[in-house]
């Protein structure tokens, strides 16, 4: 380990786009200080434990597992040990409106070949301009550029990453996943267009129109071998329980229950932030020498408060609204699940209606003895995409929140036996249980959204136009899920590690 003690860092929040950044940092050697306000580590990654059963917040699936994948990488270099996962194989089932038989997202590349061409004929010159696509960017995205570069530093990191089939996605950079159905001819190819809506939206936050065509080439293409999905043994939990064993063994320290109120600067550069200690209401100026913050760009915004740079504020408040999640948790007796049921599935029932606002369902069920309910049990956890000003203006949020779960088990009730006997317990988050338990504003998840105008390149930068304060998690480059948030926590620690060695 180095010794860069002299230069202390403050990290908000302890999601897992800040933990890793605070475990990283201290095995590098740097004085860190990590506060959560919430009571648990993990963020919209945690886990909740009711009557036997363990829920999972919000992420199910990971991605970043296998050798050279990203929360492989950091756990090697942190040597703390990989959770033990299961391969999550078909990543996914999806069930369009009025179908019963699932298009399965199987993992082995061959057999997901097979499957997506007997579901959408004549598509194939499609997936193999997106499979190129990703081979480009998955080659150059694990030689660690800084996307976007706001410094000659960064642009150094960017240039070295690039090879010359990188430049092979540069005709793309300006295309959406709409554009290339079009060239193709698959436009009106509902059953293709619905199926990359409802995927897309999961990862990018919108649909298959708005997407750019070079994020959707590797969210469509991680599932598969050598990458894929793993469903983690236990509970989510274990990848926070693990960084934050890395961060106490370096000599780190993590408060939970500690909220920051206010990043401080001076001189356009930061010195520290607020504190206040949710038990004793204690609240004190914390100096830093970098802070990092890991929430979202319009959480970033308020926390500067009068400090932020006019044009960046501006920039943020432009920004599209972002969706909320309405999850509904439901332990259950295994009676409830069907033989042979996926782990992981998504149902869209009207092809006139929204994705999201229950029309859509994602679907994550647990197997027995995978950790997170007794024997014979099983949970389901079901969310969907939800506007997070309906909930916030609703007159009668506890009626809306009562009908909301109402539908989505009726929903859920063609699929899996739901009644009175088969469901244990269940209990429903909404935006605002999101905005409550991870301090999210208005209780958005998943990022700002993988449009042209806000993906990779022309994102928000990990580097804040306020000096040495840093920006982790999904509202920046790759973007939502807990192997993007990763690689953001990567960024910034070789960032400071560039400014202090
Ligand atoms: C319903 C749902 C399903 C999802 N499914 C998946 C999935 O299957 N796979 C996947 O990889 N991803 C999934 N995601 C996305 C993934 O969970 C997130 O992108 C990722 O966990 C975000 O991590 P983060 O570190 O950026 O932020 P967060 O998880 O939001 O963590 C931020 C942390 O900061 C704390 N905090 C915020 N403000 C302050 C403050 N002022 N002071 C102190 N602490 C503060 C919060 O308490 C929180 O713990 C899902 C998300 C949702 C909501």
Partial sequence: MQSNSSRKVVVVGAGIGGLTAAALLAHRGYEVLALDQALVPGGCASTFKRQGFTFDVGATQVAGLEPGGIHHRIFTELAI??????????????????????????????????????????????????????????????????LPPRNIWDLWQLTKAVRPDTLLTLPHAFSTVGDALRTFGLTHDRRLHTFLDLQLKLYSQVDADETALLYAATALSVSQAPQGLFHLQGSMQVLSDRLVEALNRDCGRLLMRHTVEQIHTEAGRTTGVTIRNQKTGETWIEPADHV????????????????????????????????????????????????????HLQFLYDYDGAIGENNSL????????????????????????????????????????????????????????????????????????????????????????????????????????????????????????????????????????????
């Fill in 292 to 343: 990092v913050a890991n929430v979202t760009v319009q959480n970033l915004v308020e926390l500067l408060g009068e400090a932020a740079p006019e044009g960046y504020r501006r920039r943020v408040d432009k920004l599209p609204p972002a969706s909320g999640a309405f999850v509904i948790y439901l332990g259950v007796d295994r009676a409830a699940i069907p033989t042979d049921c996926p782990p």
């Fill in 362 to 501: 994602f679907v994550s069920v647990s197997h027995e003895g995978d950790g997170r309910a007794p024997s014979g049990k099983a949970t389901i956890v079901a969310s969907s995409f939800t506007d997070t000003g309906a909930w916030k203006n609703s007159g009668d949020y506890e009626g809306m929140k009562q009908r909301y779960a109402a539908e989505a088990i009726g929903k859920l009730g063609r699929y899996f036996t739901l009644t009175p006997e088969t469901i244990v317990y269940q209990e429903a988050a909404t935006p605002q249980t999101f905005e409550r338990f991870t301090a999210r504003s208005e209780g958005m998840v998943g990022g700002i959204g993988q449009r042209i105008p806000t993906f990779g390149p022309f994102g928000f930068a990990n580097r804040t136009p306020v000096q040495n304060l840093w920006l982790v998690g999904d509202s920046t480059h790759p973007g939502e899920g807990t192997a993007g948030v990763s690689y953001s926590a990567l960024t910034v620690v070789r960032q400071i590690e560039a400014l202090t060695s």
């Fill in 81 to 146: 040990e990989l959770p033990v996962a299961t391969d999550c194989d078909p990543a996914c089932a999806v069930f369009l409106p009025g179908e019963t038989e699932p298009i399965r997202v199987w993992r082995d590349p061959e057999q997901w070949k097979t499957e997506r061409n007997r579901q959408f004929p004549g598509s194939e010159p499609f997936w193999q301009l997106l499979k190129d696509l990703f081979r480009y960017s998955w080659a150059f995205q694990s030689r660690d550029p800084v």
